[in-house]
């Protein structure tokens, strides 16, 4: 196997990342489906072979056969960080605290001050890491809970995926229960350390653990209302399975008592009672004159009383007359021509600007407002700042 190539600035990853993020995204989207076959994959990369071969030589992708994946570290890196990943690391947590534990007993066996920061900035680090991690595997546990009983179709693996589950919790919590013993059992640290954010750190983490353990109880009884549930299915599902059988075989009546807890049955008076609404026709109601004695009965039973009907009043000839009303305004479009062909700066063209009317300095915010939004790339916006009676604006010239 030839040795990958390596990115020798941050830069060059990240310009790398961002040239190839429309075949990074597919790649991404697939990740639990099917793999991209490497003719499809050129259509990201403009069809150039070459691109896809820099990004195999990097490490960033994998070719295995016709078909292109991501590499697992980038696949890990991007389900992290935008939290959707959904295996459990417990070991992540593990190697944490035995990490912690070797940092705080290299600070206690240092002397030089400048190194002994240096153990105490990485213990500090590990522990916010570990809070974060537990909270994450505990957050994804959840999630994989849920995911098992309502996703998993068949029950031998939906139950096996529980329990394997519950086995988990009980690891976190004892990951938990031993991290907690580390802070309370390195009293000598934290006390020779006397650092503000140290002590913030511990509590928050402690806090952390503490959401973490309420949120693993209320887990531990939902997998167990789960587990139940799985196995009233299954006893149902062989009961119903073996009345099946009988049925096939005329022998469900003699050998059960089928007819009895069926006869026993009265699920109808649970049921709404149906009612239908029968519409009249509209013709028939217009026409008949029986419709109307039924119409005037129905009336005065349900207290419906009959509202006069008044015809309005002519419209006079002064309200038919034809009424106008002018309302002076500025036009933006040649306030910017005659701004555009000076020298000045917006704010203050605006200020000097003759108007047909008086404007007070409100409309003349206004008007620099909808002049700068609607001419961004006329306008040249400088970093120089101004005030005008309390009201600071940047310069702004016509390019």
Request: with cysteine; aromatic share 10%; glycine share 2%.
């Amino acid at each position: 196997m030839d040795s990958l190539s390596q990115f020798r600035t941050l830069d060059e990853l990240i310009r790398t990342l961002d040239k190839e993020r429309k075949l990074l995204f597919e790649l991404f989207e697939m990740r639990k489906s099917v793999s991209l076959r490497t003719d499809m994959a050129m259509e990201y990369v403009e069809y150039r072979r070459e691109r896809i071969q820099y990004l195999i030589d990097y490490g960033i992708i994998h070719e295995t056969g016709n078909f292109v994946e991501l590499e697992s570290v980038y696949l890990q890196f991007f389900e992290e960080v935008l939290d959707v990943n959904e295996e459990i690391n417990i070991e992540s947590v593990r190697d944490a605290i035995s990490s912690l534990r070797e940092q705080i007993q290299y600070y206690l066996s240092e002397s030089n001050e400048q190194r002994r920061y240096h153990y105490q900035h990485q213990v500090r680090q590990l522990l916010r890491k570990t809070g974060l991690k537990t909270l994450k595997n505990v957050i994804d546990l959840k999630r994989n809970v849920e995911s098992a009983y309502k996703q998993e179709p068949n029950y031998a693996i939906k139950k096996q995926r529980l329990s394997n589950l519950d086995n988990k919790s009980v690891s976190i919590k004892t990951l938990i229960k031993e991290c907690e013993k580390l802070l309370d059992g390195e009293s000598v640290f934290f006390t020779i350390v006397a650092d503000p954010e140290m002590e913030r750190t511990k509590q928050d983490v402690q806090a952390d653990f503490s959401e973490a353990f309420h949120n693993l109880l209320e887990i531990d009884k939902q997998i167990i209302l789960y587990l139940n549930q799985i196995e009233q299915q299954n006893k149902l599902c062989k009961q119903i399975r073996r009345i099946k059988y009988l049925k096939d075989q005329y022998r469900w009546q003699a050998d059960t008592n089928v007819r009895q807890v069926l006869g026993e049955l009265n699920p109808i008076w649970t049921e709404n009672r149906p009612y239908n609404i029968t519409r009249l026709s509209l013709e028939n109601l217009r026409s008949s004159d029986e419709m109307a004695v039924l119409l005037q009965k129905v009336a005065s039973t349900s207290n419906i009383r009959q509202q006069a009907r008044t015809t309005a009043d002519a419209f006079s000839a002064e309200e038919l007359s034809e009424h106008r009303e002018e309302t002076q305004m500025i036009n933006p479009n040649e306030v910017w021509n005659a701004f555009a062909a000076s020298s000045y700066d917006l704010f203050n063209f605006i200020l000097q600007y003759d108007y047909p009317m008086e404007r007070t300095l409100s409309d003349h915010l206004t008007l620099f407002c909808q002049i700068a939004v609607t001419h961004p790339t006329d306008c040249r916006i400088s970093n120089t700042y101004k005030i005008y009676q309390n009201i600071e604006y940047p310069l702004i010239y016509a390019k």
